[in-house]
């Protein structure tokens, strides 16, 4: 019988060491595969959170941007023509919701003026985020909440659980009133004024607000006008002439204090709409029916019959140009005019007040009518809204 050798089991040794050389192996790439796994779902827990803050962050802009426009809107946040239709800032209450969806690369929104925002999108998937408008605790100051969500599922909006990622910032809303000083005169003019026309006409009849018609920094002749005050004040005792702290005022100082804000930051303002007035600009006012602030490059030039404003939601004119009417208007709320020349050839009624950071030489019959209550609501409702600095915060 033949008998095995001690070295034909050479190599016995070296399987075993093998295995486990393998088996470690096995053990490497598991880990290596699970770090994979973890770093992957850590990347898309990420993604999904910058997609959320980013948002929130969305839907703070927007938020703002509907703020700072006057244009009425429906429930679906687009501009309305609807007699029920308000500005977003005045669509609701104490409290203003809202709440958008990603669609085809766009927001569809709901804004409703009462309940509980319900947008609408295509694909549950698409990013999302809804905003809470409520009184601050500082007077004149909106707190302004945005919730953003990587899906757009009502269980994310709502924080009532959703396997998407959600953020919420907060900031401060202030705004910057459009007309930041209302004048206390019917008519207020830095420089010295001249009227070739018997016929215009100054009031203010109201002794609440001082019953002022003219106030200038240069000496008035009051022979060719016709002004009214409050009852039983003398027509003029109600103008104020040779103002000397008017008078040495420059022009920047004049609409700076007027508008707290000197004239390149004003026309910047978001709620500011430039109008091209170089010609007769009767149709581009009348396409912006429903803006407050405008800036009128050119001048003040009406060919057609007009109505701009209301006591309601009356407009601020800043005319850079002259000031050219030959049709009848009627503007409620304040022109601010940076030219002396005013011609007037169809009567035009302004009630509210006018300024003219000059001289002015007028000719024609315009009537201007201060109105207090219209002037407060210049400086109530309208201007342009910002962030306060240093109130943003994400707890």
Known sequence: MKTRSPTAQRGAATLGIALMMVFAILLSVAFA?????????????QYRAAQAFE??????????????????IGDDCLPSTQAAASPFREHGAAVIEAACIESDGAWSCSCPASGAPQPVGTSSS???????????????????????CSESTAACLTGSGSSGARAQVQVLV???????????????????????????????????????????GGSVDSTPLQLTSSPGTPAAASVISDDSA????????????TFRMDKPAW???????????KS?????????????????????????????????????????????????????????AMSSSWTDTAGASINGAVLVEGDLQATGATQINHNATTLQALHDHTGSYARVPGSWRDF
């Open 174 to 216: 202030g705004r910057l009133p459009g007309l930041d000083s209302p004048p206390s005169a019917a008519l207020t003019i830095r420089g010295t004024p001249s009227f070739s026309s018997p016929s215009f006409v100054v009031r203010h009849a109201d002794p609440r607000s001082g019953g002022i018609t003219v106030h200038s």
């Open 55 to 72: 948002a929130a962050e969305a839907g703070l802009d927007w938020a703002i941007a509907q703020l700072n426009r006057d244009a009425p």
């Open 33 to 45: 595969n699970r770090s994979v796994i973890f770093e992957a779902k850590t990347s898309a827990n």
């Open 126 to 148: 698409a990013l999302a985020f809804a905003i809470r408008l409520t009184p601050a605790s500082q007077a004149g100051l909106l707190q302004l909440t945005s919730i953003g």
């Open 280 to 336: 007769a600009c009767d149709a581009a006012l009348a396409q912006a029916a429903h803006t407050s602030l405008m800036w009128l490059d050119g001048g003040l030039r009406l060919e057609t019959p007009i109505v701009l404003g209301t006591p309601e939601h009356p407009v601020l004119l800043v005319v850079d140009g002259p000031v050219d009417i030959h049709a009848n208007a009627v503007i409620h709320g304040v022109i601010y």
């Open 246 to 257: 008017l008078a040495q005022l420059s022009t920047q100082g004049l609409f700076a204090s």
């Open 267 to 277: 026309r910047a303002q978001p709620a500011v709409r430039i109008v091209d007035c």
